[in-house]
């Protein structure tokens, strides 16, 4: 059976088309995906995105255990910081990528994808070691995502000052917003400017008006998931279950700036060290034929299948057709040029540097 979220009633009300994704019923358009996408990229958009998993670990050996199931270094963090990180299974490949909260040395607020929540829960007490308690909370949290350029003026309007965090991966808590206590982090899956709102369950269809109503002067609109995964494939960031798989490593996927392989130990790392430099990586394509590449296209140099493209869309701020795909390290050189089979057909394209947009 399909879960809701908090919120369902609100998206009802607001005209959302309902989809199932990752279990829960939850919009994906509103007005329109365009419409949407631009809204974030120019003034603002209001995401409900509740069916993220949240866990706790607690206790003394709180940061030895998430030194071990993540490939980033949280040594250093300060309190109200935020770190994303891969965690890897032993062979290297990637169980999830995760947003992790440091709330004092000796408590870690995890958020997870909501496709991936009882897999890591279970990953994650089956590797959990001295002084530390896990905690799945997700179904007692409400979380609302502002993003865009007009996210920080809006917040303004009903966040204290002081609970408004001032730097990028940094979160405030126990923030008053007109009687709800929340946890307000600069954070958001778009590539633009924005907050997200952690609340109790029960206080989020509250916060979702009150965040709406402060909007109103703004150009603030709902978004669904479809704004969402063209916002996220826009700045190149990638998505569980396409970019990110159990048989693909950090270093694959790009994300080597988040594997300290310099630390101690981390789940997975003996495994990325023995593959050495990766054979296949992910790389931007730019579509210059007519066609959109989709997920599970082949990539082709020639007559050789030489990889297969993990998303893929039309952009709506570039107005241009852009997909992720995994190819050989010697296919990896932006200007590159390879052909994606769409359909029967091949349509020419070439590889270009990621981000294919990046806030100015």
Request: charged residues 25%; aromatic residues 10%.
């Amino acid at each position: 059976m399909e879960l809701k979220t908090p919120l369902y009633d609100c998206h009802v009300a607001a005209g959302g088309k309902i989809v199932s994704f990752a279990g829960y019923l939850l919009p994906v358009q509103y007005t329109g995906v365009i419409k949407e996408h631009m809204a974030v990229r120019t003034a603002c958009g209001l995401f409900d995105v509740s069916h993220m998993g949240e866990f706790l670990i607690k206790g003394a050996d709180a940061l030895n255990n998430v030194q071990n199931l993540f490939c980033n270094d949280f040594e250093n963090m300060y309190d109200g910081q935020v770190r994303y990180s891969p965690m890897c299974n032993e062979c290297g490949g990637i169980v999830d990528d995760v947003l992790i909260y440091k709330v004092s040395g000796e408590e870690y607020l995890l958020v997870v994808n909501a496709a991936n929540r009882h897999k890591d829960a279970e990953w994650v007490k089956a590797h959990l070691f001295g002084s530390a308690s896990f905690e799945d909370i997700s179904d007692s949290v409400a979380q609302l995502a502002l993003q865009g350029p007009k996210s920080k003026e809006i917040a303004a309007k009903i966040v204290p000052e002081e609970g408004i965090p001032k730097k990028y991966y940094s979160f405030v808590k126990d923030v008053d917003v007109q009687g709800i206590k929340c946890i307000v982090s600069r954070t958001g899956y778009t590539g633009e400017f924005g907050y997200e709102f952690y609340c109790a369950a029960a206080d989020g269809p509250k916060l979702w008006d009150i965040l709406l109503e402060a909007g109103k002067e703004f150009g603030l609109i709902p978004c669904g998931l479809g704004a969402r995964d063209t916002l996220r494939l826009e700045a190149a960031m990638p998505l569980y279950g396409h970019e990110l798989t159990d048989d693909i490593t950090p270093l694959e996927a790009g994300l080597d700036f988040f594997v300290k392989l310099g630390k101690d130990r981390f789940i997975g790392m003996d495994a990325i060290l023995a593959k050495g430099d990766p054979k296949v990586i992910r790389v931007g394509l730019k579509i210059t034929g007519r066609g959109i590449a989709r997920e599970h296209c082949d990539v082709y140099s020639g007559e050789e299948k030489i990889g297969v493209v993990t998303s893929g869309t039309h952009c709506p701020y570039l107005n241009a057709p852009v997909a992720m795909a995994m190819v050989p390290a010697s296919y990896a050189e932006p200007g590159t040029k390879v052909q994606v089979d769409v359909r029967g057909r091949r349509i020419d394209a070439e590889v270009v540097p990621l981000p294919f947009y990046k806030r100015a």
